[in-house]
Antibody, heavy 127, light 107 residues
Framework: QVQLVQSGAEVKKPGASVKVSCKAS????????MHWVRQAPGQGLEWMGW????????NYAQKFQGRVTMTRDTSITTAYMELSSLRSDDTAVYYC????????????????????WGQGTLVTVSS | EIVMTQSPATLSVSPGERATLSCRAS??????LAWYQQKPGQAPRLLIY???TRATGIPARFSGSGSGTEVTLTISSLQSEDFAVYYC?????????FGQGTKLEIK
């Protein structure tokens, strides 16, 4: 079955960076976009961006541009999300989520809804 | 950016009754709308995509309707496991935005 397993919780100081991993299994990793979504404590969901694991192309929400970097390692079917210049309001659970669309031989057709999701990684930013 | 507004913020319903959750978009999203269920301490789970198509394994008591700027999630006969927070999400325009959630609680 399709499964996304994320790395463990992190505690970081303001100004530092964090890199969260998302190990995919049960499907063709390069055939589907991977999205990242975060959720601050007690708050709603916020889309951060996607990566095309086949090409490495990325698309980030404007709010995170300049601070977020999404990468992948196809040899180990793992996606990564790195967020820099951390602030206290970056404290949140970060989720990876597989896109509902697909990539064909020459083109990708993302649907931009998310299924399934990883279990989440809590990132705490505190001095 | 499209703003998604869900109502009500909290809905109290008895088991076995019907629940109707609403989601309004600040501009048309066509049928590019998804619904998710989230229980405490868990990741969201996809329920509905394309405004009305149930995801794999989702019981038939969950149904989605509407398009454009007004969509609805209906749960026909609430089971104990359905009490959770529900989010709508538009997939029509970048950036892909979520509503603030409706908490469905036991009456």
């Amino acid at each position: 079955q399709v499964q996304l397993v994320q790395s463990g919780a992190e505690v970081k100081k303001p100004g530092a960076s964090v890199k969260v991993s998302c190990k995919a299994s049960g499907y063709t990793f390069t055939g589907y976009y991977m999205h990242w979504v975060r959720q601050a404590p007690g708050q709603g969901l916020e889309w951060m961006g996607w990566i095309n694991p086949n090409s490495g192309a990325t698309n980030y929400a404007q709010k995170f541009q300049g601070r977020v970097t999404m990468t992948r390692d196809t040899s180990i079917t793992t996606a990564y999300m790195e967020l820099s210049s951390l602030r206290s309001d970056d404290t949140a659970v970060y989720y990876c989520a597989k896109d509902g669309g697909y990539c064909g031989i020459t083109n990708c057709y993302p649907f931009n809804w998310f299924d399934p999701w990883g279990q989440g990684t809590l990132v705490t930013v505190s001095s | 950016e499209i703003v998604m507004t869900q109502s009500p913020a909290t809905l109290s319903v008895s088991p076995g009754e019907r629940a109707t959750l609403s989601c309004r978009a600040s501009q048309s999203v066509g049928s590019n709308l998804a619904w998710y269920q989230q229980k405490p301490g868990q990741a969201p789970r996809l329920l509905i995509y394309g405004a009305s198509t149930r995801a794999t394994g989702i019981p038939a008591r969950f149904s989605g309707s509407g398009s454009g700027t007004e969509v609805t999630l209906t749960i026909s006969s609430l089971q104990s496991e359905d009490f959770a927070v529900y989010y709508c999400q538009q997939s029509n325009n970048w950036p892909y935005t979520f509503g603030q959630g409706t908490k469905l609680e036991i009456k």
